[in-house]
């Protein structure tokens, strides 16, 4: 038996997920039970997952184990859109701004699963988010660079045409927090290397394009990309050229 498997017995003989699910978190700790948080969204029903949500940051703040409760409930959220239950994307929009780390990393986790199913209109979707603020870029570059989602020259294509439009308001003076923009750019430090090893010819001409511009944060960005492994493993000359350089 699985750990999932385990898992999803556990719950089943339980009436009440709360105590069970507190206890084997993770939290406080590096890791949430990602696994177990996976086999809830799998099971629960939409009254559980928004009852897991009312536990907002200031009820269930980063790193408590009621933290937990709210990343199941996001990640829920994911797998009733992936069943066609499209209105979930209005509050997975909300929660993608969410001050905890964690659970905006389950909104690109819940998105990631509506991909599985209709990646054209996940990328319609992104393309809306891609415009907004920083943390809702965040959520549609990392909802889009999973590899198991680009498998296809023209999703990968339009990924990176949507990261290309992210990276270029850096340019511009923005009325965001720093915080926020820092979170932005510390997702876009690995989210090009996913999206150029899908696509390389064309990936790296967009990558080119900005290892020549002057913006620090832009610059950043591009050489955090620059150490990924798998762009090594891609064209290890071409990154050793472009390292170099600076």
Known sequence: MSKADDYRAQLLALHDWDAYLLKESGLPGPRGNIELAQVVANLGELSLFQ??????????PVNSPYEFLAFCGALGLGRLLAEGDTCQLVQLHT?????????????????????????????????????????????????????????????????????????????????????????????????????????PEEGKAFMEKWLGTTGKDILWIMQENLKKARLARMDPDWVKKWQTRR
């Not at 819940?110 to 965040?138: C, I, N, V, Y």
């Not at 498998?151 to 339009?158: D, N």
Request: proline content about 4%; charged content about 25%.
């Open 95 to 199: 929660l993608a701004s969410d001050s905890r780390w964690r659970v905006r990393e389950a909104v690109a986790m819940a998105l990631q699963q509506f991909g599985d199913k209709d990646m054209d209109h996940l990328l319609l979707e992104m393309q809306a988010w891609s415009q907004g603020t920083p943390l809702e870029q965040r959520a549609a570059a990392a909802a889009l660079c999973e590899p198991r989602l680009l498998g296809e020259a023209k999703h990968a294509r339009k990924v990176l045409q949507i990261l290309d439009n992210i990276t270029a308001t850096f340019h511009a003076p923005s009325v965001h927090p720093r915080e926020d923009i820092l979170v932005l750019r510390k997702g876009l430090g690995y989210c090009w290397s996913v999206a150029v090893v899908a696509l």
């Open 51 to 60: 009852r897991y949500l009312a536990y907002t940051p200031q009820r269930a």
